[in-house]
């Protein structure tokens, strides 16, 4: 009993290292007072998903959908004739005359703006990550050196073999996250226990995300990346929650205009935090203890094996 409140007091504190590191936001001004493109590039990120794609969903709320209720009512003292609302003519009328308005501002405006927006924000992020890599480089946040855990060094081979693995890694980590994505949504739906589930695999999905420029940038490899991240759980789970409590109890549009606009913002907060560093200090205190390895991309790890094998097979048929 005494182990089991040792190990869950230093999950929670590892935890907490995490969250704190998280909302470092101080990081995020530095940053962009260093660099024009940084805040050029937030700034869009702000204007796209914050000031469009939300504003437009605040306009429908607010305006549109009011609108269309004063056009096409759905109560009957509304309506001049009331034998003709008893019938319910009218009512089945404007109702049906509502739903095609509505779906049709979705299908030719929201759904259009939220791929323009998911492919544009992707790119954003990645001209983010890179501008910060530059400001990181030589500079420092309150005497701490912004280089993540030492120097460049990258874990694959020289040439055109070093190439050929990078994008066999990078390939597999989008399966990898592709299917560690289903299992954060089928998880949602579990009776009871799915929504905490589901934070905790919001929290570390999106943890990942951010911290996954810098691993590209220090090209550390995917089985020292997905290592480094199952052995030290608690912290990625406590650098995530931030993130996902700003989004997690929002409709999924909402959701997805609020972490488009505050994804860059962690990270930068990601690539100023110097991981190894935080977790060693935190882990000195527990004479050398360790929290151990938790296999969180283990299902996700199997799947995508799977599906790699039976692509193989079929290939060689």
């Excluded at 954003?124 to 030589?138: L, P």
Aim: net charge neutral; aromatic share 18%; charged share 15%.
């Amino acid at each position: 009993m005494e182990k089991l409140k040792t190990y869950l007091k230093q999950a929670i504190l590892m935890w907490l290292a995490g969250f704190r590191e998280a909302c470092c936001l101080h990081r995020i001004f530095i940053f962009c007072s260093r660099s024009k493109t940084l805040l050029k590039r937030t700034g869009q990120c702000f204007l796209l998903n914050g000031l469009i794609f939300l504003g437009s969903l605040f306009m429908l709320n607010s305006v549109v959908i009011p609108i269309l209720l004063w056009i096409l009512p759905d109560q009957c003292e509304r309506f001049g004739s009331r034998d003709i609302c008893d019938a319910g003519v009218l009512l089945k009328f404007y109702s049906a005359s509502r739903f095609i308005l509505i779906e049709l501002f979705y299908v030719l405006w929201f759904y259009p703006l939220y791929i323009f927006s998911f492919i544009l924000s992707n790119i954003w992020y990645n001209d983010i990550a890179k501008n910060a890599f530059a400001v990181m480089e030589g500079s420092s946040i309150e005497g701490e050196i912004l280089s993540s855990e030492g120097t460049k060094h990258s874990d694959r081979p020289a040439g055109v073999d070093g190439v050929i693995i990078g994008i066999g890694e990078q390939m597999f980590s989008v399966l990898l996250l592709s299917f560690f994505f289903i299992e954060v949504f089928a998880t949602g739906f579990l009776p009871h226990i799915g929504k905490p589930i589901n934070f905790v695999l919001l929290s570390w999905m999106y943890s990942y995300y951010c911290f996954e420029y810098k691993w590209n940038y220090f090209e550390m490899s995917l089985e020292k990346r997905l290592n480094f991240f199952e052995s030290n759980w608690a912290f990625f789970a406590g650098f995530g929650s931030p993130c996902v409590l700003a989004i997690f109890f929002f409709s999924p549009l909402v959701s997805y205009g609020v972490m488009a606009i505050l994804f860059p913002l962690f990270v930068l907060t990601a690539t100023g935090t110097q991981a190894e560093q935080v977790i060693n200090h935190q882990q000195r205190s527990w004479n050398g203890c360790r929290l151990g390895k938790l296999p969180i991309f283990y299902a996700a790890n199997n799947f995508s094996l799977q599906v790699l094998q039976i692509w193989k097979n079929d290939k060689e048929q």
